[in-house]
């Protein structure tokens, strides 16, 4: 190693000095439809007393009240989405959930352990706002990634880093495979001359 790979910063949290990023990505907008739902809902619902009784001014504050508290629990849903990442290097894919302000979880899959990928797009839905579900299968089991943004795109990312870490590996293999005859013809000449 150099010490140049060694002072680089690195690009996420547990990257390894001899690790190459090649993609980020998270969830699509859609799967944030539940932050939306909580941000209109309190605001829809503080507003119906203002209309009903129009008289008493002070009724007016309850939207504001409402919108208040549907940004709050917004924000909740927006933190879970924005810091749920998904990490591709040229050696792993690494999930990261982020579940409420502090808690996250970590799950991390080698390239070389994957089997097969496949993706779904669910429908007219999905065609129009871009988003699907891939599927990763190893030996040990699935990973579901639910409402990806460019399924496509990913997926075809995700195939050319598979293939490329089986190649690799299948190199090194093929490396030391020769490194072991050559040993194993030098052990047998020198066998042969010490007679």
Known sequence: MSSKSNNSP??????????????????????????????????ALSSIPPLIWQTQLELFL?????????????????????????????QRLRQVTQHGFFGSDVVELKLSKIHNISYNIPGISGELFGFGT????????DLTIRNVEHPQKI???????????????NEEAYIEDEEAEENSQADSDNQRDGR
């Open 62 to 90: 309850l939207p504001i009240a409402g919108l208040v508290l549907g940004l709050i629990l917004f924000s909740y849903q927006f933190v879970m989405w924005y810091f749920t990442v998904f990490i591709l290097t040229n």
């Open 155 to 169: 997926y075809n990312t995700l195939q050319d880093a598979v293939e490329d870490a089986e190649r690799g590996v």
């Open 10 to 43: 690195k690009a996420f949290d547990g990257q390894r000095d001899d690790e190459e990023l090649l993609f980020v990505f998270r969830r699509h907008m859609i799967a944030m439809r539940k932050g939306f739902y909580m941000l209109l809902i309190p605001f």
């Open 134 to 141: 891939i599927v990763i299968q190893t030996y040990v089991g």
